[in-house]
């Protein structure tokens, strides 16, 4: 059974920077066969892709860009998210997500880290 687990989040003032993580177990393939992503839900708001990875190839919400940054360890296997110069409008829970790029597709989300940015 393939969990997520995200862990990293906390409490850090505005224009502060956090790495959040996403360990990954149960993987019946290596992570590098699964596009990673990072979403966000803030109260009230719909949930939004914050930045997502296949291979070599990354991605990021226009809110992020050039702030964000996301990174695998395939080995261990982990995910990153590097979030710097952080804003209040960046508090939410942030969520890792993994879905298979081989095979029949499957999709698998963390239960979510909380990240609040004070002003």
């Known amino acids: 059974q393939v969990q997520l687990v995200e862990s990293g989040g906390g409490l850090v003032q505005a224009g502060g920077s956090v790495r959040l993580s996403c360990a990954a177990s149960?993987?019946?393939?290596?992570?590098?066969?699964?596009?990673v992503s990072w979403y966000r839900q803030a109260p009230g708001k719909s949930r939004e892709l914050v930045a997502t990875?296949?291979?070599?190839?990354?991605n990021y919400g226009d809110s992020v860009k050039g702030r964000f940054t996301i990174s695998r360890d395939n080995d261990k296997p982990i995910v990153y998210l590097q979030m710097n110069s952080l804003k209040p409008e960046d508090t939410a829970i942030y969520y890792c997500?993994?879905?298979?790029?081989?095979?029949?597709?499957?999709?698998?989300w963390g239960q979510g880290t909380q990240v609040t940015v004070s002003s």
């Open positions: 990875g296949t291979g070599g190839i990354t």
């Open positions: 997500r993994a879905t298979t790029l081989i095979g029949k597709e499957y999709d698998y």
């Open positions: 149960g993987l019946t393939t290596p992570l590098i066969t699964y596009r």
